[in-house]
């Protein structure tokens, strides 16, 4: 069997993976120490956080097919949050996700959908690929220098920015890569010893260095001890990538306790993860970005505007391109 080297071990490159291994001899390259990518959870002393991807929905029929065994299983389940929009510290409109379109979660955490995928996939994870080398066929460089080779396909799942500084300039793509921006956002994990009682469970809010917070303890099959996931929005990210981690969380703190009236500073458990990638800055979508000629293909959320289902169906329409040659 030919192989067939796949950069990430997110939704997109384990869909990929199981897409494709009736045809190639599949290697998946994770630079993290574990799998999901953005589909993410934290544990940290009793307390577990989802501080990647918040929830899903399933608007394509493919991605209701894929989901609803997971759902079957009990991995996947639905959130019927008390939802709020909050403008500044204000509350100005409420609704409940019991009686609207499903809004889903992996359960016990949101990676549980990315470590069933990943059961039957052969992943080198805490290798980061470094260089694409391309003679006869590719081979691949990690941080250590260890060469991976003998590839006839290699496939980037990385964030835009970060497959552009992988591929090869005379990728056929290079340019239409090269244009797809992504924005940041800081995560910020709160464990409570003293459960507060909220109004929401999910609250998306604008006009504020505040984009989101969850009661992620709320979510289904989350366990004992509350906790709040509070995301930055956008821009505050992109102006303090930089910052020190302490004054990110003094701020982010700072802001929340303001919106929801409860000082959060005082959580027994504090703790910030900064996403350098984590949407895209605008909704575009792309088909695949494949060279057949080179062999070398790219896709992930960023082909079809962001998202988890993005994140899926991209793998999907790759698939369905490398299989229908
Ligand atoms: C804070 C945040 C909130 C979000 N909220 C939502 C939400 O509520 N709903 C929703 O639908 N979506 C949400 N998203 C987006 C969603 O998480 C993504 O659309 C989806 O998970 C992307 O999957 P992916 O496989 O395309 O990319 P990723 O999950 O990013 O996978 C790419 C993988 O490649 C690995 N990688 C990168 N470079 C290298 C390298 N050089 N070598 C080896 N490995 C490498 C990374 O470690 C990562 O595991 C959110 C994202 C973030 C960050």
Redesign the pocket.
């Known amino acids: 069997m030919k192989k067939l080297a796949i950069?990430?071990?997110?939704?997109?490159?384990?869909t990929l993976a199981s897409r494709l291994q009736h045809k190639f001899d599949i290697t998946v390259?994770?630079?993290?120490r574990g799998?999901?990518?953005?589909?993410a959870t934290r544990r940290g002393e009793t307390y577990a956080f989802d501080?990647?991807?918040?929830?899903?929905?399933t608007r394509t029929e493919s991605f209701r097919a894929f989901i609803q065994p997971l759902i079957d299983e009990g991995l996947v389940q639905q959130w019927t949050a008390r939802h709020v929009e909050i403008n500044g510290t204000r509350i100005v409109k409420r609704s409940n996700w019991k009686s609207e379109e499903p809004r889903y979660v992996g359960a016990p955490g949101m990676n549980s959908i990315a470590k069933r995928l990943a059961q039957k996939v052969d992943i080198k994870k805490n290798?980061?690929?470094?260089s694409l080398l391309h003679q006869d066929d590719w081979q691949l460089e990690d941080e250590q220098g260890i060469l991976y080779k003998n590839f006839e396909w290699v496939i980037s799942?990385?964030?835009a920015p970060?497959t552009l500084?992988?591929v090869p300039e005379n990728f056929i793509h290079y340019d239409a890569v090269k244009a797809i921006e992504m924005s940041g956002?800081y995560?910020l994990m709160l464990g409570l010893s003293k459960e507060l009682s909220l109004p929401f469970d999910a609250a998306h809010v604008i006009n504020s260095d505040i984009s989101?917070i969850a009661v992620n303890s709320h979510k289904p099959q989350r366990g004992n001890g509350q906790t709040l996931v509070v995301?930055s929005s956008a821009d505050y990210a992109e102006k303090h990538i930089d910052s020190e981690h302490d004054a990110v969380i003094n701020h982010l703190c700072e802001r929340t306790s303001h919106i929801i009236q409860h000082d959060v500073s005082q959580a027994q458990h504090k703790v910030l993860h900064g996403?350098r990638?984590?949407?895209n800055v605008k909704r575009e979508t792309y088909q695949p970005f494949i060279d057949h000629n080179l062999k070398i293909a790219a896709c992930?959320?960023?082909c079809l505007g962001?998202?988890?289902?993005?994140?899926f169906n991209?793998a999907q329409n790759l698939a369905d391109a490398i299989e229908t040659r």
């Open positions: 950069i990430g071990s997110g939704l997109t490159g384990l390259f994770e630079k993290a799998v999901g990518g953005r589909l501080h990647g991807a918040q929830y899903f929905t290798v980061k690929i470094t799942t990385a964030p970060q500084q992988l956002c995560s989101w995301h996403w990638y984590a949407n992930g959320d960023w962001g998202r988890v289902e993005g994140a991209s």
